[in-house]
């Protein structure tokens, strides 16, 4: 990383002004992590919808016995689709407000 990137990685809120190099990489490794998630859900989506419009964020959740966790992918349409080994299918507009409930209630 460069220290113009690292200049741009600045963090108004943090007290020691500039973040940290480990910090900077663990940030530049999230990033990474999560345009992987995008793209792996991109070529899923396809497979099943092949005009759906552009993934935009995409979140794994926690495995589980030895099982990958589900990915959840966000469209720019709004949409929210769920891939896991078995299939991948848009959620309902009911799943859409469980999650939403759910996310609220830990905040």
């Known amino acids: 990383m460069t220290d ?13 002004g500039w973040i940290s190099t ?25 497979e099943v919808a092949p005009t759906a419009v552009a993934v935009i964020d995409a979140v794994r959740s926690f495995a589980a016995l030895g099982r990958e966790g589900v990915l959840t992918a966000r469209l720019a ?3 929210q689709w769920r891939i ?3 299939d991948e ?9 469980a999650r939403a409930r759910l996310h609220e209630s830990f905040q």
Do not use: C, W, Y
């Not at 940030?27 to 991109?42: D, N, S």
């Not at 848009?90 to 407000?97: D, N, W």
């Open 84 to 86: 896991d080994e078995q």
């Open 89 to 97: 299918r848009q959620l309902t507009a009911e799943e859409v407000a």
């Open 22 to 46: 480990a910090q900077a990489g663990t940030a530049e490794l999230m990033h990474e992590q999560r345009q992987q998630r995008i793209a792996e859900a991109e070529v899923a989506i396809r």
């Open 4 to 16: 113009e990137q690292q200049k741009d990685l600045f963090s108004r809120g943090h007290p020691g």
């Open 77 to 79: 349409d709004g949409t």
